[in-house]
């Protein structure tokens, strides 16, 4: 039974997966709250409570936190202790995180909790599920998290919600009162004992949450620059000699087997292909590396991508938390709140996505370029000279990419000691999830020009027809040859069939699945 098609997601013991956090985060799927859960978490706080009376300190449970450890803290002070956590760490600063963000990082905590490592009692975690359940997403902004000890001020503003306070967005986008969303939404408010505050912002679910989603989008994105590459190859007079099955084996790396294959059905029964089939009259020897190493260089963004799902699913299997109850009862301080792991596979992505750009904007530009697009019009124009075609389209992806670039540089290999000195290394891993996101998006919009010159390429080969499937996407972009027009519209249709699938679809209608 698939999460998604049914829109319920059970949290139990065990991970949820990156389809359940996609299903949550964007679709809005109820989340219910297994009988697994509440039993583990039921026991481990049964711990707590036990430790929490106990003369001697515990970390988390009877002292302060981070540098301020040492410090034994009254039994009467302790609830006071929990609230002053939460409201100090809800720190952030700068623009709102997008509402899916929230969701994924809310979901994820409450995972951790429902794993019953973390010694919080059920009604916290019931009370995390009720506000997912209701629509109501915390506001959490841009800065606040270094990714060490987790994604602490995110998670602090989501923490802060939970318990009625601060601001939050309710169903329908309107920002509320916390108080007054939970109130109309017959929510309670809950007051933090003993650990609680400590066990709701000790994770790395904002970082988790976004790469879960970015993975999504890029196996998506990865599809569509096989297709868009193919489309390029075939109305630039390529060869699709070099992606034949045998040549790909001779190099067995498995995303580039699978590029080859999905750009061998893309451009089969292509007449605009088979009009050049090697020939003495044809004078073509070899394609450019940006049409030959297609495969190649996509491939090396899947292989990057499974990398980064191994990572991820990991990561999805683990409770992040510190101090932990361990399975036989022991509450041990620990370092596994540490984002080095994802941080790593986030900063990765963001450099894949980065130089399957730059290829896809080099066809592009050779579309363009009377000495190398094999006998089309400079610019792709109707009439060069009164009409520019597209020559700025191409500005426009250059432009991106170049910010793509920027954006490939790792945020993980910074760090700024924090806490005293007793953060003294963090992963800034929040800071690689939000350039990701932007490298994602960058990403969809370089494929879209690409998709849009090369449909045009097409049409001007006439009467020679393309591909069945470099066809329909063609003709799903829906946009009629001729003199210029207002060209930012048609970029953007581009865009949106890019983003939401269409170009995959359209292809697939004629090839089968792709990879």
């Given amino acids: 039974m698939s999460l998604v098609d049914t829109q319920i997601v059970t949290v139990g013991v065990g991970p949820v997966s990156r389809d359940d956090v996609v299903a949550v985060a964007r679709h809005d799927a109820r989340v219910e709250i297994g009988d697994d859960a509440l039993s583990a978490m039921a026991d481990s706080r049964a711990v707590i409570e036990r430790l929490a009376d106990d003369t001697v300190p515990h970390y988390g449970v009877s002292t302060g936190f981070g540098a301020l450890a040492t410090r034994h803290i009254p039994l009467d002070d302790r609830k006071q202790l929990q609230r002053s956590l939460i409201r100090s760490h809800a720190a952030g600063n700068g623009p709102e995180v997008e509402r899916e963000v929230v969701r994924a990082t809310m979901l994820l905590r409450l995972s951790t909790l429902a794993t019953g490592r973390t010694g919080v009692r059920p009604v916290v975690a019931q009370t995390y599920a009720a506000l997912l359940n209701a629509g109501i997403t915390p506001v959490v902004h841009e800065y606040g998290s270094l990714g060490c ?38 929510i309670e408010p809950v007051e933090l004992a003993e650990k609680e505050g400590l066990a709701l912002i000790n994770g790395t679910d904002g970082m988790l949450g976004q790469l879960s989603l970015a993975l999504h989008d ?81 491939g090396a963004v899947r292989d990057t991508m499974a990398h980064a799902a191994l990572i991820a699913d990991r990561e999805l299997a683990s409770a992040v938390d510190n101090p932990v109850v361990t399975l036989d009862g022991r509450v041990e301080s620990n370092g596994n709140f540490h984002g080095a792991p994802v941080a790593y596979v986030l900063d990765f992505l963001a450099i894949a996505a980065a130089d399957l750009a730059s290829m896809s904007e080099r066809r592009t530009d050779r ?17 060069p000279g009164v009409d520019s075609g597209l020559m700025i389209a191409q500005y426009t992806q250059a432009a991106i990419v170049s910010e793509l670039k920027r954006l490939a540089n790792p945020a993980s290999v ?19 999830a939000r350039k990701l996101r932007r490298a994602v998006d960058g990403l969809s919009r370089v494929l879209a020009i690409e998709c849009l010159t090369a449909s045009r390429g097409q049409q001007l080969r006439a009467p020679l027809t393309p591909a069945p499937a ?38 697939e209608a004629h090839t089968g699945p792709l990879n």
């Avoid at 579309?367 to 009439?383: E, Q, T």
């Avoid at 924090?418 to 290394?425: F, G, P, V």
């Avoid at 865009?495 to 359209?506: K, P």
Wanted: hydrophobic letters at 45%; a negative charge; charged letters at 20%.
């Fill in 149 to 186: 000890s987790g994604d602490l001020a995110p998670l602090a503003h989501c923490a802060l919600a939970v318990m009625g306070e601060g601001v939050v967005r309710d169903a329908s986008g309107t920002r509320r009162d916390t108080a007054d969303a939970l109130r109309e939404a017959g």
């Fill in 218 to 298: 890029l196996a998506r994105l990865v599809t569509t620059a096989d297709i868009t590459a193919a489309m390029s190859v075939e109305a630039l007079m390529g060869t699709d000699n070099v992606f034949a099955a045998d040549l790909q084996a001779l190099r067995p790396q498995l995303g580039q087997g699978a590029s080859a294959e999905n750009m061998r059905k893309v451009l089969s029964d292509s007449k605009i292909r088979e009009s050049h089939r090697l020939t003495d009259e044809c004078p073509r020897v070899q394609d450019a590396y940006s049409l030959r190493c297609a495969p190649q260089v996509a």
């Fill in 367 to 383: 579309f363009l370029d009377v000495s190398r697009n094999h006998g089309l019009p400079a610019f792709l124009a109707d009439d």
């Fill in 414 to 432: 910074d760090s700024i000691p924090s806490s005293a000195m007793q953060e003294d290394h963090v992963s800034m891993g929040w800071s690689a």
């Fill in 470 to 507: 470099t066809g329909a996407v063609s003709q799903a972009l829906g946009v009629p040859a001729g003199p210029d027009r207002f060209l930012a519209p048609d970029i953007e249709t581009a865009v949106e069939l890019v983003q939401s699938g269409g170009v995959v679809d359209a292809a």
